[in-house]
């Protein structure tokens, strides 16, 4: 009898032991994050940094792409397609254009008067599409891309990052480096989405290639 009350002791015992450190969490606040619902958690600055050259989410500075394919030629696993329009012989968009990036991650596109490209740290003065004028302080510069005459409408331009193996092969090929692979927190690694879809980055901007009209720039002068 006594040895079959020690063992119900021991169990009991035993258990709560095995409970204790449940019994401590129950006190505790919630440590868990309803993720992807709240993402504040993976946004906040608490976290390691990612290393440089990180092979994060892929962007295509689309001013600066000038339709060669590279990166969807050499691209293992098929997930960029480019669709692209020849213009016709003797046709060109424009002679040559600037695009200054800004490290808003904004860029303004036309012609830098003076140099076609500007030394490095100096501000420019450029001439948009759509004439205006506009002075760019050298602090607000993050890069400026010169580009030749444009030969080719991209229609197209789209990266399927749900196939993607982040290879980084298409960064390495791409002639005028504007194929990136974010690698920085906010950008590079969170992109979680309810629908597969909308892991399809599309970057062509058909409206780039639009001429003004006079009516467009005349509104903009009355602005
Ligand atoms: S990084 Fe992705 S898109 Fe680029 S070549 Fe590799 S698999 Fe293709
Ligand atoms: S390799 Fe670069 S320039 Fe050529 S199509 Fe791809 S992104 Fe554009």
């Known amino acids: 009898m006594r040895h079959y009350l020690s063992n119900i002791y021991l169990g009991v015992y035993t258990a709560l032991v095995g409970m204790r450190i449940t019994f401590k969490q129950l006190l505790q606040p919630s440590v868990t994050h309803q993720y992807p619902y709240d993402r504040s958690f993976e946004q ?6 990612i290393p440089k050259g990180y092979r994060g989410k892929l962007h295509n500075r689309i001013e600066d792409c000038i339709g060669c394919k590279k990166c969807e ?6 997930c960029i397609t480019i669709a692209t329009q ?7 968009l424009w002679d040559s254009m600037n695009v200054v990036h800004l ?3 904004t860029e303004i596109v036309g012609n830098i008067e003076g140099a076609e490209k500007p030394a490095p740290n100096t501000a420019v003065t450029i001439q948009t599409r759509d004439n205006r004028t506009v002075a760019v302080a050298s602090e607000e510069i993050a890069n400026v891309v010169e580009r030749k005459p444009v030969i080719f409408y991209l ?11 982040y290879c980084g092969l298409c960064t390495e090929v791409c002639p005028t480096e504007c194929l990136i692979m974010f690698d920085n927190l906010s950008d590079g690694i969170e992109y979680s989405t309810f629908d597969r879809t909308d892991l399809i980055y599309e970057f062509a901007k058909p409206e780039m290639y639009e001429q003004p009209t006079d009516e467009s720039t005349e509104a903009e002068a009355a602005d």
């Open 44 to 49: 906040k600055k608490n976290i390691r940094e």
């Open 73 to 78: 030629m050499i691209c293992p696993v098929d």
């Open 86 to 92: 020849k213009l016709p012989k003797g046709e060109r």
């Open 103 to 105: 490290k808003d991650r």
């Open 155 to 165: 229609d197209q331009f789209d990266i399927d990052m749900s196939l993607c193996m």
